[in-house]
């Protein structure tokens, strides 16, 4: 499913249900702009202030809600810090300038329990395969990064890890600093034994990705 926008008056609000992981963030966070279960359009540009949309799209950890702008506001911009937030027995959540195999986008939900169809980004699949990963690994030494911005590249390996190149930080589900670094391997297998990062159990597995 391409993403695709709905236009309204002062703000068009676009949608990829391929990137979408259903966090909730938007029908919770605006009802009235997105509408759970709704015969025909579910979103709802009109129903809601310019600044409550960008608020919902920003909460997207997906990337699945963007928006345009025509209010003469700006759209999105990159974060000033770069990280990659590991949730509890989830994904791999990306806010940075990234580019994965081409496409470039602020945020995203990389799969890293290995069972998702729609790699190397998330579906769900870890809840129910049972994934289990720690959201909170012990950090390791690192030192802070000249630059904490900036473009970031990640590219799954063939049948193989993810391979981030890039000012990045590796946090914990509760913004703990795990590791700063410019390049790092990480585990989407689901099999590593020192989670997040590779460990090469991919090929004791023979995981396929």
């Known amino acids: 499913m391409a993403r695709r926008f709905v236009e309204g008056e002062k703000i068009d609000i676009g949608f990829d249900g391929e990137r979408c992981i259903h966090s909730r963030n938007c029908v919770l966070g605006n009802p009235d702009v997105f509408v759970p279960n709704a015969p025909g359009e579910w979103i709802h540009p009109e129903a809601g202030s310019v600044e409550a949309v960008v608020l919902i799209a920003h909460a997207c950890p997906s990337g699945a809600i963007t928006y345009h702008r025509k209010d003469g506001g700006a ?107 410019t390049r790092t391997f990480l585990c989407r297998c689901g099999h590593s034994n020192n989670k997040p990062f590779c460990d090469g159990s991919h090929k004791a597995v023979g995981f396929v990705g």
């Open 75 to 181: 759209d999105e911009k990159p974060p000033v810090v770069n990280t990659v937030r590991l949730r509890e027995n989830g994904p791999l959540a990306f806010s940075a300038e990234l580019d994965i195999n081409g496409e470039v986008s602020f945020r995203a939900t990389l799969c890293r329990c290995g069972a998702s169809e729609n790699k190397p980004y998330c579906d769900g699949s870890h809840t129910k395969a049972g994934f289990i990963a720690s959201g909170e690994p012990a950090s390791k030494d690192s030192v802070a990064l000249a630059v904490r911005n900036g473009p970031v590249k990640a590219a799954p390996q063939p049948n193989g890890p993810l391979k981030v190149e890039g000012n990045i930080e590796v946090v914990s589900g509760t913004g703990r600093t795990i590791e700063r670094t």
